[in-house]
């Protein structure tokens, strides 16, 4: 996850994205920031539920950013995104923590949690239809259920263009990330996804399927967000949902 000053991410032309921003160093993705990586973004305004889902391929870097030639680039609805604002807090980020398996600390974020964000790619062989791409998913805290080393997210009634799903149908290799919004911390997880189509019981209220995430590797990155962030409401999509059950 990048941040920066408002405007840090902005586009010189209707086909390329500025971002003024880079990975550290030891963020587990920053290996795929390179000129010539294809890559997923995901815009996303917490405090008016907007958000731009693009990808491309980066085209150049330097010290302060990185360039991306998009090709392609939609605005999606706000269903399931709870708002916040944020406040500039500038925190010392500490060492990447890799956790083997998932500890206390980590369920406890997860099961707290009512926002992940999950990243996908589409089959080989599609050409340029394809792509990789980023989404949100969201719901009342608890909404994600913790078994072992394996999360079960409900899959809600969407805008019906099933992107995630699809891809991850043709591979199933994805990655996650939680944040919890009032430490700074973050949570990523790189893994693979299996989709179960049945609405068995016991599942959220609202859920029509929903998608198995085996964790293979995961990081802990503590005080990486350098923002507060003030909770508004849960988005009226959310409060249809439900809860797991034992």
Not at 60 to 77: H, I, K, M, W, Y
Not at 108 to 132: C, K, N, P, Q
Not at 212 to 241: H, K, M, Q, S, V
């Amino acid at each position: 996850m990048l941040s920066g000053p408002a405007g840090f991410a902005h586009s010189p032309d209707p086909l390329t994205l500025r971002v003024d921003a880079l990975p550290s160093a030891d963020d587990p993705a920053a290996a795929g920031f390179a000129p010539g990586n294809r890559i997923g973004l995901l815009g996303l305004d917490l405090s008016t539920r907007r958000r731009n889902r693009a990808n491309g391929v980066v085209t150049a870097t330097d010290d302060d950013g990185l360039t991306v030639a998009v090709e392609q680039s939609f605005g999606n609805c706000a269903q399931y995104i709870q708002t916040r604002t944020p406040t500039a807090h500038a925190r010392l980020p500490l060492a990447v923590e890799p956790l083997p398996r998932l500890d206390a600390p980590a369920r406890r974020l997860i099961e707290t949690a009512d926002t992940l964000f999950v990243a996908s790619r589409s089959r080989t062989g599609i050409g340029e239809s394809g792509g990789l791409d980023v989404s949100h998913r969201g719901g009342r805290p608890g909404f994600v259920d913790v078994r072992d080393d394996t999360l079960v997210v409900p899959d809600f009634r969407g805008n019906r263009f099933f992107n995630t799903l699809g891809n991850l149908l043709g591979d199933p290799r994805c990655g996650l990330l939680f944040i919890d919004f009032a430490t700074g911390d973050l949570l990523q997880f790189q893994g693979t996804a299996t989709i179960d189509w049945t609405a068995a019981a016991g599942q959220p209220e609202g859920t029509q399927r929903s998608w198995n995430f085996l964790i293979e590797r995961g990081w802990r990155r503590r005080g990486a967000l350098p923002f507060d962030w003030r909770f508004g409401d849960y988005a009226p999509t959310t409060l249809t949902t439900g809860r797991w059950r034992g």
